[in-house]
């Protein structure tokens, strides 16, 4: 599968409800090209907010439409154990699948996913200085088309070895006390560069040092929620919502950090996220750091988008250079 | 010859132009409607401006350009600085009054809320995905009520006891107007109520979350509204300024910011718009399917600048 394009959400909307959130329909159109290039096994992650409906929604869509495949859908696991899932992934899937090595195979892609997070930090930390225009992009397609070929663990950490020592050797001009921001927010958008309409290139082109704690490192691999939760005591009493925790506590921990400004990510209509927006109001008055929300759905303009990031980082900045 | 700068503010529904002096006195300003043609209502403001100075004794040296056509406009006058609305009207009012604290501001398709603090800008926000409460709903509704919107303040005062009016969108208050009509409210009663549920809805929106501290200054298109700001004062309790020139101030934002241009970037302003044609092409990009418009100006035939592609397969580069 190549990037999403514009038609990918186009057609993932117009086979969408109108009122769902933005994810579903990206998701959608995702699923659409893919099962047009040929897929025959489409899978779902669930959640403890609507996705854990979407899977059966999108799949009973697409049968609709015509489209003949198999959906593992993992909210048909509701106990969430592993042997139940490996279960279902042999029932759908393929019943001769070798537990073992489909274990191993799992433990590498973590393994991958966690070295990618930590490529991610080093880039977003220091791409906005760049000195020569799309050094670091480029470092970065070598560094995922490695990933792309590795094929043991052994591969994963020669790549992100490679990588590292490439981003590490990349010149850039970094002042002593640049712009920094932190990005939080609900899961889907504010990691999905398509769906947020590339917001972290935009900053980084307004040479800002980036930090986004979100990612599947540190919600899945390393999560402890009620751990988390203990940061934020002050603000929060109980588990929100499916990132509600890590939201508010990356975002206390970035303003305890001195970061400049805060950039709250979520598509329209995300209640949990929602719920969020309040508390963050009240770190951002307790802190004295202004926070940017931002709202996403299928509609989204571009320009629009671009005065708000604009305006935020000229406010920003004369507040720093005060 | 004393030295000038110019500042152009292009929105949805108006264009305004100021010239300041060295002094950041305005010495010439401009209002008119933009109708759908922000080059068209560029020029006529620059050519408004240009008779209110004496181009012998004044020089304009720079110019900043903000508002929605921002680009558009910088490109066609070459301008030095090209900049968001928001940060134009936080500049230019605090200029002003440098001890302002909150700045509502509400234009012709947007509203926003910028929060002060030691005379620097430190939280904003701006209505995101509906335009209920903005200008051009008042003058829709005004339409409909068949007085002209710049009636709509005055009348509105007159009123003895406002109607209540759905406030939360623009749908819902228009239905809820038209049934206050027919079951014959009066029209002071009315108009004063569209005007409450404008503050009422902006302190709901954009404003909400946001700490509202004294001194506060009302600009924009709609701060000439009397019967708004009146809305505004008896919501929050506390005296809301409307600056006479609040409806100019991003155009003077950007004046001031073209003044901060280092000598080097200055260079004369010929107000020659008239001697050529701009126009804007449309592409369409069909390297991929993201299918990015991109946007072409011309100045007679020469392209001066594009924008709108997503990478660089798709830039259109500007021969020099």
Redesign the interface.
């Known amino acids: 599968m190549g990037e999403p ?4 959400l186009e057609i993932g909307s117009q086979h969408s409800n109108d009122y769902v959130c933005a994810p579903f329909k990206h998701i959608m159109g995702a699923y659409i090209e893919a099962l047009d290039a040929g897929a025959d096994v489409l899978m779902q992650f669930t959640g403890p907010c609507r996705l854990g409906y979407y899977g059966e929604l999108q799949e009973s869509i697409l049968r609709d439409m015509g489209y003949d495949f198999e959906m593992l859908n993992f909210a048909n696991v509701p106990s969430g154990s592993m042997k139940e899932y490996a279960a279902y992934c042999k029932r759908v899937v393929n019943p001769h699948l070798s537990i073992p090595a489909g274990v191993a195979n799992l433990l590498a892609c973590l393994h991958m996913v966690e070295r990618m997070d930590s490529y991610n930090d080093a880039y977003l930390a220091r791409a906005g200085f760049e000195v020569e225009h ?1 050094s670091f992009a480029a470092a970065q397609k070598r560094f995922f088309q490695d990933m792309r070929d590795a094929t043991c663990a052994a591969d994963i950490d020669e790549a992100y070895r490679r990588g590292m020592a490439e981003l590490g050797g990349i010149a850039i001009d970094k002042p002593a006390d640049p712009v920094r921001v932190g990005i939080v927010g609900e899961y889907f958008t504010a990691q999905d560069a398509p769906s947020n309409l ?1 917001l972290e290139d935009k900053l980084l082109a307004m040479h800002v040092e980036l930090a986004r704690a979100l990612n599947m490192t540190s919600r899945h691999l390393h999560y402890n929620e009620p751990n988390l939760r203990r940061s934020i005591s002050e603000y929060v009493a109980y588990d929100m919502g499916p990132t509600s925790t890590l939201t508010i506590a990356a975002a206390k921990r970035y303003m305890e950090q001195g970061f400049d400004g805060i950039v709250h990510l979520k598509s ?1 209509g995300c209640t949990p996220e929602i719920d969020v ?2 508390v963050l ?1 009240r770190l ?2 307790d802190y ?1 750091v ?2 940017l ?3 996403y ?1 299928s509609q989204t303009s571009d ?2 988008l ?3 990031l ?3 980082y ?2 920003i900045a ?2 720093k250079a ?1 | 010859m004393i030295e000038a700068y110019l500042g152009v503010d292009t929105g949805s529904i108006s264009t305004k132009g100021v010239i300041i002096d060295a002094d950041k006195n305005i010495i010439a300003r401009s209002y008119l409607w933009t109708e759908g043609d922000p080059t068209d209502a560029a020029r006529r403001v620059v050519d408004e401006l240009a008779s209110q100075i004496d181009t012998s004794e004044v020089q304009v040296v720079s110019v900043g350009t903000t508002g ?1 056509a921002r680009r558009l406009v910088g490109a066609m006058l070459d301008a030095q600085v090209i ?5 134009a009207h ?1 500049v230019g009012t605090t200029f002003l009054h440098p001890d302002v604290r909150t700045i509502l501001e509400i234009g012709g398709q947007d509203s926003k809320i910028i929060c002060v603090e030691g005379g ?7 209505n ?2 509906c335009a209920a409460g903005t200008g051009s709903f008042l003058s829709s509704q005004a339409h409909r009520l068949g007085v002209e919107v710049e009636e709509f303040g005055a009348i509105a005062l007159s009123s003895k006891k406002p109607a209540n009016i759905a406030a939360r969108c623009t749908v819902f208050a228009e239905s809820d107007l038209v049934h206050k009509l027919q079951v014959g409210y009066s029209k002071e009663d009315i108009i004063a109520g569209l005007c409450r549920a404008v503050a009422t809805n902006y302190l709901n929106n954009v404003g909400k ?1 946001k ?1 509202i501290v004294a001194p506060v200054v009302f600009q924009g298109g709609v701060s000439k509204n009397i019967g708004v700001v009146r809305a505004f004062e008896d919501a929050l309790g506390m005296e809301v300024l409307a600056d006479p020139d609040g409806h100019l101030m991003g155009a003077f934002g950007a004046a001031l910011l073209a003044a901060d241009v280092p000598t080097s970037q200055r260079r004369p302003f010929a107000f020659d718009v008239d001697d050529f044609e701009f126009r804007t092409r449309e592409v369409v990009c069909s390297r ?4 990015c418009e991109i946007i072409c100006v011309y100045k007679d035939d020469d392209l001066i600048d594009s924008w709108g592609n ?1 990478c ?1 397969r798709g830039a259109i580069r500007v021969g020099k």
Request: aromatic share 6%; net charge positive.
């Open positions: 394009t514009r038609r990918t799309g590339h329209s927006m309040p109001q951002s008055r004295h202004p926070v929300f931002l709202s759905d320009t629009g671009d005065t708000r604009e305006a935020f000229d406010m004369m507040r005060r | 929605s900049k968001n609305e928001i940060t936080a620097i800008a430190v939280d904003y926000a701006m995101t995905l979350g700490k991929c399917a993201n299918h997503r660089d």
